[in-house]
């Protein structure tokens, strides 16, 4: 299991991904939820200050401090830079868990940064648009991999072999892998974030253009016309507002005909979605 995700437009999403022990937004019931796997929580990254993506943060950090297990573990929390609105929420919870039993680092995140998550990967976020006046970050986590240079590609195996062992040639290039890009409420991100992405974890609010009064969520029409230019290998869906929840399954049909080659979830407003 890679993915536990909570998302219903409105009232609560997060997203924790597992291999890097990282949470994407902290919306409401996700220490609840995950139970004793917060622990296992190493970093936080939000992605605006809407009440739907912060409002858990309080009880993953009071939950931390008094719940059995490791209390000693380091927690980070990244916001983008300029969130007002996370600082004050921030300062309160502070103010209000004095003598946290744990170190509890909070970081200001500025687009021009990069966050090392192990060896080989990296968190790199990026601007996204949704509400005017309000800064909100999408983020996209990065592996530095090695390939071989286009000119050997084609050459056998023992070629190959003889070419780094005996002749020590350097037949190798350095690429940068997108392992995953999630946009948190976002209108369609720019294709450039979702080049040869691996898993895209876009928002679709609206399925429905005409539901949507304001511009500042994503509709299922633009979600598809994003991924016809710039095709995920696997696209997760959230952040889907409840009024859908009988068509859940009927869009997903529709996306797996009309998208046979990628990978198609949608997340459940209603439910815990593990993929
Ligand atoms: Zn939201
Ligand atoms: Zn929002």
């Known amino acids: 299991m890679e993915f536990i ?22 919306g409401e019931g996700v220490s609840y939820v995950l139970g004793n796997k917060i622990y296992g929580i190493e970093k ?3 992605t605006h200050s809407h009440v739907d ?12 401090n008094n719940a059995m297990g490791s209390r000693n573990k380091k927690l980070e929390i990244y916001y983008p830079k300029g969130s007002k609105d996370i600082v004050e929420y921030l300062g309160f919870i502070e103010k209000m868990n004095k003598g946290l039993r744990y170190p509890l680092e909070i970081h200001e995140l500025s687009l021009s940064e990069i ?5 080989k990967r990296f968190l790199k976020p990026f601007k996204t648009r949704h509400t005017p006046g309000e800064i909100s ?13 286009p000119m ?3 050459y056998p195996q023992d070629v190959i072999k003889d070419l780094i062992v005996n002749q020590k040639k350097d037949i190798l290039e350095e690429y940068v892998a997108n392992i995953l890009t999630i946009t948190g409420d976002a209108l369609p991100i720019s294709p450039e974030f979702i080049k040869n992405c691996d898993t895209l974890i876009h928002e679709c609010t609206f399925f429905d253009e005409s539901d949507r009064k304001i511009r500042n969520h994503t509709s299922l029409p633009e979600l598809k016309k994003l991924i016809k230019v710039e095709p995920p290998r696997r696209l997760i869906v959230y952040h889907v507002s409840s009024r859908y929840n009988r068509q859940i399954n009927k869009v997903k049909n529709e996306l797996n005909l009309e998208f046979p080659h990628i990978e198609i979830e949608i997340v459940h407003p209603e439910r815990v979605t593990k993929i």
């Not at 437009?9 to 990282?22: I, M």
């Not at 993506?53 to 931390?64: C, E, K, P, V, Y």
Request: hydrophobic share 45%; aromatic share 18%; charged share 25%.
């Open 152 to 154: 050997y590609r084609d």
């Open 137 to 149: 970050f999408g983020y996209q986590i990065l592996e530095k991999r090695k390939r071989l240079k």
């Open 53 to 64: 993506h912060i409002a858990g943060l309080w009880g993953i950090i009071n939950t931390r």
């Open 44 to 46: 936080i990254f939000l």
């Open 5 to 26: 995700i909570k998302s219903k437009a409105l009232y609560t999403t997060w997203v924790f991904y597992k291999p890097e022990r990282v949470l994407f937004d902290a």
């Open 115 to 119: 966050v090392p998550l192990n060896s």
